[in-house]
């Protein structure tokens, strides 16, 4: 499998600071951020599956725009993937005629550009041969992290969490885990921030990162604009077993 970076900033302002978005192997997203927007057309024809780890505009940003472009030129719906609570906020908030047309209805409910498959926590879903698991997370909003596994090894992105016992148990239960994409949104000054908002900072992921008895390759994503360097400076001065290296846009990650 191929997972490659479209966007890993927590926010935007500057050529790299694209918000979460992963294209795995030309025809899944995870997350649908601002990344999104630098495929061409006809890659973004080529997607059929978006899992979504919650429904914060930096993580959904594309998904109205992408079934906008594709959905007369393609013969296939694009179907999203992502907690019943997610679904419930796209749908009431955003696919709901007044900040965008209603997809699932489009060009009519016997074929519509858009399908929303909910996913419960736990829950593996196949796809020609890969599997996508629901993880949990400690964010603002309900939400998941995404388990990838193509049956031989596997792949973990946080999407938005902070310290959270029931994800790490989780990672910690992935035998074949490769690669680790964990947000550290804030740095360690900003930790009040980091609590109230569910996020990460680098004191909160060296105990996160403690507590796992996997030793995956650990990628830092979410950094927010202004402060990655300060961030990455910080992890880099923890003594942790694991050594964890900034996502970059553009980044390939073969597992």
Not at 134 to 163: C, F, K, M, R
Not at 207 to 229: F, I, Q, W
Request: glycine share 8%.
């Amino acid at each position: 499998m191929k997972l490659k970076v479209l966007g890993c900033s927590g926010g935007i302002g500057g050529e790299d600071s694209r918000t979460s978005s992963f294209l795995v192997d030309g025809d899944v997203l995870v997350d649908c951020g601002t990344g999104v927007g630098d495929l061409s057309f006809d890659e973004l024809r080529q997607v059929r599956h978006v899992f979504v780890s919650h429904s914060h505009l930096d993580h959904i940003a594309a998904i109205p725009m992408l079934v906008d472009a594709i959905g007369e030129a393609c013969c296939h719906s694009v179907t999203i993937y992502a907690t019943p609570e997610t679904l419930h906020i796209l749908r009431a908030h955003v696919f709901n005629w007044l900040v965008w047309p209603d997809f699932t209805a489009i060009p009519d409910r016997r074929f519509s550009y858009l399908r929303l498959q909910p996913v419960q926590i736990g829950e593996t879903l196949k796809i020609e041969g890969r599997s996508f698991t629901a993880l949990p997370v400690l964010h603002t909003v309900p939400g998941a992290a995404w388990l990838i596994d193509n049956g031989e090894a596997q792949l973990v992105y946080s999407g938005d969490t902070t310290y959270c016992p029931e994800l790490i148990a989780a990672i910690n239960a992935c035998p074949s885990l490769r690669h680790l994409i964990i947000e550290t949104a804030f740095p360690d000054e900003m930790r009040t921030m980091a609590i109230a908002s569910r996020h990460l900072c680098p004191g909160m992921l060296e105990t996160m990162l403690a507590d796992l008895t996997v030793s995956p390759e650990v990628y830092v994503s979410h950094l927010k604009p202004g402060m990655a360097d300060r961030i990455m400076e910080q992890i880099a001065a923890l003594n942790m077993k694991l050594r964890p290296t900034r996502l970059m846009r553009g980044q390939i990650i073969e597992f």
